[in-house]
Nanobody
Framework: QVQLVESGGGLVQPGGSLRLSCAASGSIFSIVAMGWYRQAPDKQRELVARIISGGSTNYTDSVKGRFTISRDNAKNTVYLQMNSLKPEDTAVYYC???????????????WGQGTQVTVSS
């Protein structure tokens, strides 16, 4: 089994910053990709940012230039630095990892429990 543990959410004023962390542990052979999704009330879950094992990243348009995803491969940890936060960034943020538990196993998606980010004055 693979567990993802998130931290770093909270309440911040517009224009402020937060840093989310997500550590993966358990039966991990390799992590193909890690990313962050978010879900606001009455909205579908959407991809925020993703980083693959080679280091390539992609972001949803609304966070480009404000959010930065990074990864510490040695710690199986992914970070999301969020700057210039806006009220519309308010959501539950979920960590996602595509993990291979053996060399020959296909990658499987795992999810964290979610962390609330609230941007409000």
């Amino acid at each position: 089994q693979v567990q993802l543990v998130e931290s770093g959410g909270g309440l911040v004023q517009p224009g402020g910053s937060l840093r989310l962390s997500c550590a993966a542990s358990g039966s991990i052979f390799s992590i193909v990709a890690m990313g962050w999704y978010r879900q606001a009330p009455d909205k579908q879950r959407e991809l925020v940012a993703r980083i693959i094992s080679g280091g390539s990243t992609n972001y949803t348009d609304s966070v480009k230039g404000r959010f930065t995803i990074s990864r510490d491969n040695a710690k199986n940890t992914v970070y999301l630095q969020m700057n210039s936060l806006k009220p519309e960034d308010t959501a539950v943020y979920y960590c996602n990892a595509a993990v291979k538990i053996t060399r020959w196993a296909p990658g499987r998606n795992y999810w964290g429990q979610g962390t609330q980010v609230t941007v409000s004055s």
